[in-house]
């Protein structure tokens, strides 16, 4: 089990890179994160949701996205609250305190489903949530020592020097941990190393004397792990703002919870692109191409938070311009022109005025869409992606939609002078047809051919290549547990 002494170390990334060197190995290998705080999701086939992480390390274990591989999935909705999924479905909606509460009933499920997972694997690599040492949160814990020590779990400590005190950051998490606790240290690895790794090695030697901890690798920053996808929104806070030199020009608002934004990974590797994540409290710039409404997982909430930074104003100016936007899942029901919620699935505010640039409402309300689908566009290029949503959006603009999909079903809708387009899809950039004809509609004559499918599996190679190179691989998987 990879153990964070903070969060946000890696820990995601380091274990999809071993997933993939592992099972290049001729192991069967499979991830397990037992919980995980995300708005990031992906669908499996089954019709479930885990951690869009999860799905990455399934990935890299060459194997379909599985429920079991995380069991339960927290969705935060409000500053103090969360969407519960446990076991892919959604299970409510629950405060921090009471979560808290309910984390005795889910230790067994968790359980269960890394028993399942163990007996179809040779090796199964978990990733803890946050900090070992959030000995605050120890009782009840079922994403760190509280699973390990149910589980009998070998755990090795993850720090990123890039935040700097990482000595204070390995040492502290030691002492903070009770002795049994400690007995499932196998070492630690130091992550995001930049310069002479040589100038750690006296570092090694004053951990060694607090700890009785192995050094199991110093990991220099792997630079293209930009092109994977991103675990959580903390992602956004380590990104630069622009991303790419291209000439065609996105601007995508920061929304306050922002969903499944992998789905702008593809445009940010294309070298025709040039991609900013607009912060809140800043103007969307007005040279725009196009500007993307993302997905949220608070829709009503991040329309008036899109509102309250003025970006509305920004938006009907761009497209007075003759700008294009595009809405995604939540950013799709933001364009209508109403947005309703009898049952108060989303909060107490049961409806709002949407921004009124295509003819549709939604109405929040019935089951949960879960599903992977594949169609076309009207002009005949295909498409590939999934589905995750609440909610029926309706209305006349629907007649021209984005997409036809499985059944021959539209999906979204784009107004009469197609400037302004948006539908439920995630995941439409990722194929690389959709996207060449897409952007070669926002700038004909463009050069690039990017195989992004491709480009996952080749940098998820070129990661495992890194941490063969940078960890005892050997030492790693056969070191049995030792005391300190």
């Not at 969705?75 to 979560?99: E, I, S």
């Not at 992977?372 to 209305?395: C, D, F, I, K």
Request: hydrophobic share 40%; proline share 6%; charged share 25%.
């Amino acid at each position: 089990m990879l153990q964070g002494t903070g969060s946000d170390v890696g820990k995601s990334l380091l274990t999809a890179g071993l997933c993939r060197a592992y099972g290049r190995r001729g192991l069967t290998v499979r991830p397990f994160k037992p919980q995980n705080m995300s708005n990031n999701a992906a669908v499996t086939p089954d019709g479930g949701e885990i951690g869009r992480a999860q799905a990455l390390q399934a990935r890299a274990c060459g194997v379909a996205p599985d429920i079991r591989m995380n069991p339960v999935l927290l969705k935060p909705q409000t500053d103090v609250g969360a969407q519960v999924v446990v076991m892919g479905a959604v299970q409510g909606n629950a405060t921090a305190r009471d979560y808290h509460a309910l984390k005795p009933s889910l230790l067994p499920r968790v359980l269960d489903a890394f028993r399942d997972l163990s007996a179809e694997a040779d090796l199964v690599l978990v990733e803890g949530a946050g900090s070992a040492a959030e000995v605050n949160l120890r009782e009840a814990d079922i994403a760190n020592m509280g699973f390990a020590t149910a589980a009998h779990v070998p755990v090795i400590l993850v720090a990123d020097i890039d935040r700097g005190g990482v000595i204070a950051s390995v040492v502290g998490t030691h002492a903070l941990l009770p002795e049994a606790e400690r007995q499932l240290l196998k070492g630690y690895v130091i992550n995001r190393f930049r310069g002479d790794v040589s100038l750690f090695t006296p570092a090694i030697d004053i951990i060694k004397r607090h700890t009785g901890l192995d050094c199991l690798g110093v990991v220099p920053f792997f630079e293209p792990a930009g092109r994977l996808p991103k675990e959580d929104a903390m992602a956004l806070d380590r990104a630069p703002r622009k991303q790419g030199g291209g000439d065609i020009r996105i601007a995508v608002p920061r929304l306050s919870r922002i969903a499944n934004f992998d789905d702008l990974d593809p445009l940010m590797a294309e070298p025709d692109v040039a991609l900013t994540i607009v912060e809140p409290g800043c103007a969307l710039p007005g040279d725009a191409d196009l500007v993307i409404l993302p997905g949220t997982k608070a829709t009503i909430a991040d329309l008036q938070f899109l509102r309250d930074q003025g970006w509305n104003i920004d938006i009907a100016a761009h497209v007075r311009r003759g700008g294009k936007v595009l809405g995604i899942c939540g950013g799709y029901q933001m364009l209508g022109r109403r947005i309703t919620d009898p049952e108060g699935r989303e909060g107490d505010l049961r409806a709002i005025d949407g921004l009124g640039l295509l003819d549709v409402e939604t109405e929040m309300g019935g089951d949960k869409a879960l599903v992977t689908v594949s169609g076309a566009t009207p002009e005949g290029v295909a498409v590939l992606g999934y589905e995750m949503h609440l909610g029926r959006t309706q209305g006349s603009d629907c007649t021209r939609p984005l997409a036809i999909l499985d059944r021959n079903r539209p999906d979204g809708a784009r107004s009469a002078n197609g400037r302004v387009m948006g539908g439920y899809l995630h995941g439409l950039f990722n194929g690389d047809d959709f996207r060449h004809a897409f952007l070669d509609a926002l700038r004909p004559g463009r050069t690039s051919d990017l195989a992004f499918e491709a480009s996952i599996d080749s940098t998820l190679d070129a990661l495992a290549d890194h941490l063969e190179e940078h960890m005892d691989l050997d030492r790693l998987l056969h070191t049995p547990v030792k005391a300190t």
